[in-house]
């Protein structure tokens, strides 16, 4: 199994096949909870193959999904949050801290032009384009950096799982229909009769649905996004000192 997620870069794995996994495992667990038996290693080989195939299938979808929901979340945003925080209208970050990061990608960026707040109000156009061409810039010059690395997989992550959000809600409620429906059929209506594992599949089920209707939202993928535009711009801070004055 280690040999098949190797395949997976570390954001490929926790942005898109761990969002995948998350859809299946409520599934996955009430379906070992009515046979355990599947874990035998007679049948394990093509369990493993059939969810591997799933997450690969269910890992291209997080991303397309998240892709798209990513397109909607920029219009109500007006853009990505780390060139919105360059703006001089923006309050995000203190104008003394602002005022650094312009500083650095002035000096530093070849044919960058960062405006003072009377020049970015007159061509908000221009300068917007700008402001998108130094973060681009920044992307590109700080992939080695294992903080921002990690910031981008959680946003990433957020953002995939919030694209996917109807098949985790819908795979939950399945995942308790089928423990309902299989309980009722066995054990009737004798609430008493019916296992303990099975009111644990059914209590876990509806904690993930909980998790999925209340906790995957518009809000958190924001937070997520705003967390590693901070990162990005604070890059800045720290390669600063380069700078001759």
């Given at each position: 199994m280690e040999e098949i997620l190797s395949i997976f870069s570390k954001y490929e794995l926790k942005a898109r096949v761990f969002p995948a996994f998350l859809v299946l495992l409520p599934?996955?667990?009430t379906v070992l909870?009515?046979?355990?038996?599947l874990i035998s290693l007679s049948g394990s080989f093509y369990i493993i193959i059939f969810i591997v195939s799933t997450l690969f299938f269910l890992a291209k979808i997080a991303r397309e999904r998240g892709k798209a929901i990513q397109t909607k979340l920029l219009k109500e945003w007006e853009g990505f949050p780390?060139?919105?925080m360059l703006h001089h209208s923006d309050n995000s970050i203190d104008p003394v801290t602002k005022k650094r990061y312009h500083l650095y990608l002035q000096k530093t960026i070849p044919g960058i032009e960062i405006p003072t707040l009377e020049q970015e109000l007159?061509?908000?156009t221009y300068y917007e384009?700008?402001?998108?061409?130094?973060v681009k810039w920044l992307i590109e010059n700080t992939r080695d950096n294992?903080?921002?690395l990690q910031d981008n997989i959680n946003y990433g992550f957020s953002r995939n799982l919030l694209g996917i959000k109807f098949l985790g809600i819908l795979c939950c409620i399945i995942a308790i229909i089928i423990n309902i429906f299989a309980a009722y059929q066995i054990h009737n209506l004798n609430l008493l009769a019916v296992p303990l594992k099975i009111w644990l599949s059914i209590l876990i089920n509806f904690l993930f649905l909980l998790l999925?209707?209340?906790y995957v939202n518009k809000k958190w993928v924001r937070s997520s996004s705003e967390a590693y535009a901070r990162t990005l711009l604070s890059t800045c801070e720290n390669n600063n000192q380069d700078i001759p004055s």
């Open positions: 599934i996955g667990f909870i009515w046979y355990p038996d780390t060139t919105r007159e061509n908000p384009q700008q402001y998108t061409s130094a294992d903080h921002l999925w209707i209340f």
